[in-house]
């Protein structure tokens, strides 16, 4: 599928030197983290998560995660008592620094869906295009949309066809349409090691409605405007939002999931290759042995 970003598949072990088996991670957190525009935020407790309804919770811990640990999140553009109330006029935006670098986070307006993108005549046609092969929203969307079926090829949709699939699916319902995918829900902002910015978003491991794939971020970074999303199965988060924990909101089945989207860039810090870095141990060990045979000699 074109322009998804695939997660991140880690390796948890390196042979033989400890210090170097650690999954990597992130260089940087996001620095003066700041809200503009309503949000939700989450704060984990143990392995659940708890809406935090004083508004209060310090941004930069509930930011703290990483794709092991996703931690508490913040819903961008949440509304208590909608879970797909996005504001289609307004985006909320969190903004910070990464290694200096300002990036701005945000939810999706319905002039988001509508402007082109990417060389496509909207990024709501790139989405669904990307978005069509989840059986769930090819159903979702043709119940509601004439002339569509799940098994539409969109490849073979004329221009005017396309407009109004668009127009038709950014206007849809809260539940059906374009402001379902529009608030998404972010664990961390993190820069990596080799460069990569990862933006975790929390998700349904498992949803009622069988759709398996991401919201949608907004992230202007370097000049450069990317709209994020992943379609497939997410990543286990070891989180829940627990009826338990949280009596009056709990659901006891969000931030079950996670997606760990990614935008690659150049290194940070030089850094040796692990191989080299094992070399420059070996090194070591023998001229530390050849000092002690001098000495001892």
Do not use: C
């Amino acid at each position: 599928m074109s322009g998804l970003f695939q997660k991140t598949l880690l390796s948890t072990s390196f042979i033989g030197i400890t210090v170097l088996a650690a999954s990597p991670a992130a260089a940087f957190t996001l620095q003066s983290p700041s809200l503009s525009g309503p949000a939700l935020l989450y704060e984990q407790v143990g392995s659940s998560t708890k809406l935090d309804e004083t508004g209060t919770a310090d941004l930069a811990t509930l930011l703290q995660g990483d794709i092991n640990a996703p931690g508490g999140n913040i819903e961008l553009s949440g509304m208590l008592g909608n879970a797909s109330a996005a504001n289609f006029w307004s985006p909320t935006t969190l903004s910070g620094t990464l290694d200096g670098e300002v990036i701005t986070v945000s939810s999706l307006t319905m002039l988001d869906w509508l402007n082109p993108y990417g060389g496509y005549s909207s990024f709501g046609q790139k989405w669904l295009l990307d978005a069509w092969t989840d059986s769930g929203v090819s159903h979702l969307v043709s119940e509601h949309i004439g002339g569509l079926s799940p098994n539409t090829d969109l490849n073979t949709l004329s221009d005017d066809d396309w407009r109004n699939l668009v127009t038709g699916f950014v206007g849809l319902a809260q539940e059906s349409g374009a402001r379902r995918f529009s608030d998404p829900n972010i664990n961390y902002v993190n820069l990596e090691d080799d460069g990569t910015v990862s933006i975790g978003l929390a998700a349904h491991l498992e949803h009622e409605s069988g759709i398996q794939l991401s919201e949608v971020v907004k992230v202007v970074y370097g000049g450069e405007t990317h709209f994020l999303y992943e379609v497939g199965p997410a990543l286990a988060s070891g989180l829940v939002h627990s009826k338990e924990e949280d009596k009056e909101h709990g659901d006891g089945v969000s931030h079950t999931g996670l997606y760990n989207l990614t935008i690659p860039g150049e290194p940070t810090t030089d850094i040796p290759e692990p191989s080299t870095m094992l070399g420059l141990l070996a090194i070591g060990g023998l001229f530390g042995l050849t000092k002690r045979n001098k000495s001892n000699a």
